[in-house]
């Protein structure tokens, strides 16, 4: 009986054809996993940066980079707080007024007759209270993150203005001259609110990474009922998020008022929330929680930083500049939705 004898050779061409598609498919897969919305920020932030330094004049100049460095620093840290609670699926809009209320207090016991070290922790204390109350409704009462502390926030302000602080700015003693040096001060060249804001990011990155709580946080954010059937203590959990995300605010509050010299209460009512979420959307961190960390929240701070200095030099009217920011975070809204899509747990949460 002949056999036909098929060529080695061409047995292994059909195989380099029938390997090829695949290998060219994970190839892509490689190249696409690799620009991910976090990188495409920190590009994005490289060109407007190279961008402004050719075009506008003045840009790259040493004092204007560290003004930049200073105006950003209070948004990153504000930025940080606020990512503490969107990883573990929640969002605190009353965080500007809690930031703002607790310092203005704070510089109004001290106008009194209290020692402003004295009048700072009582004003740390009653941030913790009140993010500790934002945890418990939305926890215990199971009112949805972003009604709860929309109303919170409102309280807040409410409150502040009738009870606790006489006037809309309270100025910081003239005497207190280490207060001033925390907003004011420089070390080796590098403006101190920077570097308070790189060592609450270094504090934030340690504790969501290397800590029990910090893993759990991911895990309720990622799938809360599943966190909770293998005891993860959601309820306890969520109290500790806003509890720590009010004292952060409450540090940067502390360094607002050390850089002016005061703090204006109503800074409740202006855009700046709005800033602190785009910061947090535009790096990566998804709203559906679970995702993201620090970095994210580093370049996204980084990218706002540029454009702000940038359009604030090309005198772009504030109108417009808000204009600006509301297309981006609508845009950033759009991509967070395609990238990480909403499930039923977020649904019956009722969280963004």
Not at 311 to 319: A, E, K
Request: hydrophobic share 55%; charged share 10%.
């Amino acid at each position: 009986m002949s056999h036909t004898a098929v060529p080695k050779r061409d047995s292994t061409a059909a195989e380099l054809a029938g390997t090829a598609g695949p290998a060219i498919a994970a190839r892509w897969r490689f190249h696409a996993g690799w620009l991910t919305q976090e990188r495409i920020v920190l590009l994005l932030a490289v060109l407007l940066f190279v961008v402004f330094s050719l075009g506008l004049n003045g840009f790259a100049a040493r004092d204007n980079l560290l003004s930049l460095l200073r105006g950003v620093a209070v948004l990153g840290i504000l930025g940080l707080a606020m990512a503490l609670v969107v990883i573990g699926r929640g969002i605190d809009l009353s965080l500007v007024a809690v930031m703002a209320i607790s310092v203005a207090w704070s510089l109004a016991l001290s106008a009194s007759g209290m020692s402003l070290g004295m009048a700072l922790l009582v004003g740390m204390a009653f941030a913790l209270v009140l993010g500790v109350a934002n945890g418990l409704l939305i926890a215990y009462a199971e009112i949805p993150s972003l009604f709860s502390t929309l109303a919170m926030g409102t309280f807040i302000y409410g409150l502040g203005r009738m009870k606790l602080i006489p006037l809309d700015v309270v100025y910081a003693p003239e005497d207190a001259a280490w207060f001033s040096r925390i907003g004011q001060g420089e070390l080796a060249g590098v403006p101190l609110p920077v570097l308070f804001f790189l060592a609450t990011a270094a504090l934030v990155a340690t504790f969501l990474r290397y800590t029990r709580t910090g893993r759990f946080i991911y895990a309720m954010g990622d799938n809360y009922q599943a966190a909770r059937i293998t005891g993860v203590p959601v309820r306890p959990l969520v109290v500790l998020q806003y509890a720590i995300a009010s004292c952060v605010g409450c540090v940067a509050g502390v360094i607002t008022a050390a850089s002016v010299g005061s703090m204006n209460t109503r800074i409740v009512n202006s855009t700046m929330i709005y800033d602190v979420i785009l910061v947090v959307v535009l790096g990566g961190i998804g709203l559906s929680g679970g995702k993201g960390g620090v970095r994210n929240v580093l370049v996204g701070t980084v990218l706002i930083g540029i454009l702000l200095n940038g359009m604030t030099i090309m005198d772009i009217q504030y109108t417009v500049q808000n204009v600006i920011k509301s297309a981006i975070l609508l845009a950033a809204l759009v991509i967070d939705s395609l990238i990480n899509p909403r499930d039923e747990q977020t649904a019956q949460q009722g969280d963004i």
